[in-house]
């Protein structure tokens, strides 16, 4: 009787782990995955954190992932959590480019060289974004009104100093024959925080993705001046910088990395658990509508394309005096 006991226990409790890994997905090992996003909701990071979570979980590749915020510093308030949870294979964190610049610019103690690379997943053409009533109707205009007084044409970027929406002004800047010092960059904590300055007419202009101001476009409360790419974005009538005469060629690009100290088997589920998305039929949909261009990379490739960023972007600061 006791062993019959004990049988009808086993089939009655499910087990913490599919006895199939695979019939669940890859995620199906990795209960209680968390994400961190280290800026504020309905920035970047945010967006592109929360969008593969659903993705994910609609495509049956993981369950009951949470995703927090952790705002703060550009994002290096986040990265320090992260490289204090060494050896956690239950975290990972959203980022990007910013991060890379805010470890100069916040002179932080953690680097993204202290992280497990987990993936690439997206690259992002920025935009230069005017309120619906801005006497800004385009780019030329707004250009020389910028160079005719730098600090009375504030710019908002959804970054700190450092990140992709001020790197980006500042090579604008640099290319109009402007001195980057002499450019009124007004930093927010995501494209979230922006928004409303954009709006309410508090910045002349803001740059930032294009992700996280689609539907405030399409609904025509802001007007899109040009990007920041080499090609025109598919459904925003707007040139791209070199087009309208503004030698400049720029892309953000965000990922995932993971704590310091995982093993090799915990990176590889991880690994395995963002290829599984990226080869989904929904993620492929969630690059299409928020206008991202797929940019996958992983584990030791995406490490050496952090190593080469660290070094552009610290070139680029100290060639604008910045750093």
Do not use: C
Not at 131 to 147: F, N, T
């Amino acid at each position: 009787m006791a062993a019959a006991a004990a049988l009808a226990a086993v089939l009655l409790v499910p087990p913490l782990l599919s006895s199939d890994p695979d019939a669940a997905g890859p995620g199906a090992q990795l209960r209680g995955l968390r994400v961190l996003v280290p800026n504020s909701p309905g920035g970047g990071y945010d967006i592109t954190a929360r969008t593969a979570v659903k993705a994910m979980e609609d495509a049956g590749l993981s369950r009951s992932v949470e995703v927090f915020n952790l705002p703060g510093a550009g994002g290096t308030v986040g990265l320090g959590r992260l490289v204090n949870e060494r050896g956690n294979d239950k975290l990972v964190m959203s980022m990007g480019l910013g991060v890379v610049g805010s470890v100069y610019t916040n002179r932080s103690p953690s680097s993204l060289a202290d992280t497990t690379p987990i993936a690439k997943l997206i690259e992002e053409s920025d935009i230069v974004v005017v309120g619906k009533d801005s006497p800004h109707r385009d780019i030329a205009a707004l250009v020389a009104a910028w160079k005719a007084n730098p600090g009375g044409v504030p710019v908002g970027g959804g970054s700190s100093p450092g990140g992709p929406d001020h790197l980006a002004p500042m090579l604008m800047a640099k290319a109009v024959g402007l001195p980057p010092r002499a450019v009124n960059y007004v930093p927010f904590d995501g494209g979230g925080e922006l928004l409303a300055s954009v709006l309410g007419g508090k910045v002349a202009f803001g740059v930032s993705g294009i992700g996280e101001y689609r539907d405030q476009i399409q609904a025509g409360d802001l007007r899109v001046l040009a990007v920041t790419g080499a090609e025109r974005i598919p459904g925003v009538d707007a040139p791209t910088l070199r087009e309208a005469g503004v030698d400049v060629e720029f892309t953000n690009w965000r990922g995932v990395v993971a704590p310091p100290g995982i093993g090799e088997g915990d990176r590889d589920r991880l690994v395995a658990l963002f290829t599984a998305l990226h080869d989904s039929d929904r993620w492929r949909d969630a690059l299409a509508r928020n206008g991202w261009t797929d940019a996958f990379q992983t584990g030791r490739d995406f490490g050496d394309f952090l190593d080469s960023e660290n070094t552009r972007v610290a070139d680029v600061l100290t060639e604008l005096g910045l750093a």
